[in-house]
């Protein structure tokens, strides 16, 4: 799921996404399909996705997530498979490879036909296992394959989603989201998508809320109250546009502040931030926080100043630290932050003088 996500933040209202929602309900109709939605942390993957469920007529959403830490071979597209149960034929009717996945799911254990024997070589078994994937989800009939947050996920599981992408079963409606700054080489299955002829590929990238879809959905979440056009101007100055970020913002004055730029940071973003520098090399941290510190978008040779670093080695830090999204070029040569909440994070972080 998005970073962060929880009930409580979510709004009761879709803002700003409808063309968004629109094209991936088309896609899906339409299978085979393959739909790639890109967004950064917060910005709204996980709600237009539970949108989505809502807006099929019914069609079955099998559901996988990827986990950034206990990660397991395969793990979301088994997750998602153990539901699928009710929609197979008898067990004599599926393919016999499909038996495979009878020590990989147990949940489907009484759906499955006998396991085939297990090939000595492991390339082979791990083709076998593909295989018994397709063959399982060509069986079930028009279903979608909804997997979460492709950039945690593991390279077998990559592997298997990449198989599936190139040549999904007819009826199969493969859905994936990711923030493509966590992906090797932006590439959210490992490698290019190039499905067979008559597979659809659509890519749709979420993008920040603008100031008015902003006032919207602070006014949505709030009950429909109105929110005055400064306000708003404010609401979406510190939070960049994030939906998360602003119904957090909004949620948080419910403690008596009436400014946004008043609030403390909320712990979702102080914790993502903290995660976020705890994968960084010591002079990229030194170099975000000089960022911090400075609070307006510097050049390099600033940053490097401020941390005390040499350039030679400040280098390779920004490189880090824009990998990780911990600090972003917001003009050509000049680095900052992605949103006022980030850089108060950090920099809350920061020790002062002795």
Do not use: W
């Amino acid at each position: 799921m998005d970073a962060y996500l929880s009930p409580r933040t979510s709004s009761p209202v879709l803002v700003g996404r409808q063309a968004e929602l629109d094209r991936i309900v088309a896609a899906v109709l339409d299978p085979p399909a393959v739909v790639l939605v890109e967004g950064e942390a917060g910005i709204g993957k996980s709600r237009l996705l539970r949108e989505l469920a809502a807006e099929l007529g019914g069609r079955p959403v099998l559901t996988g997530h990827c986990r950034g830490r206990e990660q397991f071979p395969y793990g979301p597209v088994l997750e998602a498979l153990a539901a699928l149960g009710p929609l197979l034929p008898a067990p004599a009717a599926l393919n016999p490879v499909t038996g495979a996945l009878r020590p990989l799911v147990p949940e489907l254990d009484s759906f499955l036909p006998p396991a085939p024997g297990a090939p000595a070589e492991a390339g082979v078994r791990r083709h076998q296992t593909f295989r018994a994937v397709r063959g399982l989800l060509d069986a079930a009939g028009k279903v979608v394959l909804l997997i979460e947050d492709l950039h945690h996920a593991d390279e077998r599981s990559r592997e298997l989603l990449g198989f599936l992408a190139e040549d999904p079963p007819p009826r199969l409606s493969l859905v994936g989201t990711y923030r493509r700054h966590d992906c090797p080489l932006g590439l959210p299955l490992g490698v290019a998508v190039r499905p067979v002829a008559g597979v659809a590929v659509t890519r749709v990238a979420l993008r920040p809320l603008t100031p008015a879809q902003t006032r919207v959905l602070a006014s949505t979440y709030l009950g429909g109250e109105p929110v005055d056009l400064d306000f708003a101007a404010r609401l979406h100055e510190r939070t960049a546009g994030i939906p998360l970020l602003v119904v957090e913002t909004v949620r948080a004055m419910g403690t008596g502040s009436a400014r946004p730029d008043g609030l403390a940071v909320p712990d979702v973003v102080r914790e993502a931030v903290a995660e976020r520098l705890a994968g960084l090399p010591h002079a990229a941290v030194a170099l975000v926080r000089a960022a911090a510190v400075a609070g307006v978008s510097v050049p390099e040779a600033g940053l490097a100043e401020i941390a005390g670093l040499e350039l030679a080695d400040a280098g390779p830090a920004l490189v880090a630290a824009l990998a990780a999204g911990a600090v972003v070029e917001t003009t050509a040569g000049r680095y900052g932050f992605r949103h006022a909440l980030d850089r108060q994070a950090v920099y809350a972080g920061v020790a002062g003088p002795d």
